[in-house]
T-cell receptor, first 115, second 115 residues
Framework: KAGVTQTPRYLIKTRGQQVTLSCSPI?????VSWYQQTPGQGLQFLFE???????NKGNFPGRFSGRQFSNSRSEMNVSTLELGDSALYLC??????????????FGEGSRLTVL | DQQVKQNSPSLSVQEGRISILNCDYT??????FLWYKKYPAEGPTFLIS?????DKNEDGRFTVFLNKSAKHLSLHIVPSQPGDSAVYFC??????????????FGQGTILTVHP
């Protein structure tokens, strides 16, 4: 069974540009979440999508947005990039059915560098 | 406001000894707690979890203890092995049926196990 796949793995952008990251969840998983990891901040929750609807949102500015498609694949977009957006962006999926156990399956992440 | 805190940025232990990683939380709504392990250039992988109705959960060399009154949990690794060297994240989730993808993470503890 294939794991969570994120593309691209690495990318470099300049301030003011925008970026789109893609995530393919584990087959059958309907919930996709996005996290930002920066040194000293740990993993911070961005948003979660389920059945093409944003179900939860973290405390990030509106420049950060996402969407989910009917096949559960998800994209996140960051507009007007700032230096502080440099981070590892992690996607995670879960079955999202029955008891909430909280176990997420993470991809390897997309490393974004903003110059 | 850091709702989940790992106050030790790093921990160094000898192979064969016990590793104890600690985590504190402030949100009383959290009812499920997890530990994730992360190697460089990889996404976090689920290690072990515990529900708030329990105070201990064991899985092989890994045991998680929960003290709800103190809002504290710990991960014990016995015996520690060099392959356990990684960053360990504590995470928490709240029940409600719509929180599947939303975990609140601590900042992580870098564990180094010396041969």
């Amino acid at each position: 069974k294939a794991g969570v796949t994120q593309t691209p793995r690495y990318l470099i952008k300049t301030r003011g540009q925008q970026v789109t990251l893609s995530c393919s969840p584990i087959s059958g998983h309907r919930s996709v979440s996005w996290y930002q990891q920066t040194p000293g901040q740990g993993l911070q929750f961005l948003f979660e999508y389920f059945s093409e609807t944003q179900r939860n949102k973290g405390n990030f500015p509106g420049r950060f947005s996402g969407r989910q498609f009917s096949n559960s694949r998800s994209e996140m977009n960051v507009s007007t990039l700032e230096l502080g957006d440099s981070a590892l962006y992690l996607c995670a999926s879960t079955l999202a059915g029955g008891t909430n156990t909280g176990e997420l399956f993470f991809g390897e992440g997309s490393r974004l560098t903003v110059l | 406001d850091q709702q989940v805190k790992q106050n030790s940025p790093s921990l160094s232990v000898q192979e064969g000894r016990i590793s104890i990683l600690n985590c504190d939380y402030t949100n009383s709504m959290f009812d499920y707690f997890l530990w994730y392990k992360k190697y460089p250039a990889e996404g976090p992988t689920f290690l072990i979890s515990i529900s708030s109705i329990k105070d201990k959960n064991e899985d092989g060399r890994f045991t998680v203890f929960l003290n709800k009154s103190a809002k504290h949990l710990s991960l014990h690794i016995v015996p520690s092995q060099p392959g356990d060297s990684a960053v360990y994240f504590c995470a928490a989730s709240a029940a409600g049926g719509t929180s599947y993808g939303k975990l609140t993470f601590g900042q992580g503890t870098i564990l180094t196990v010396h041969p």
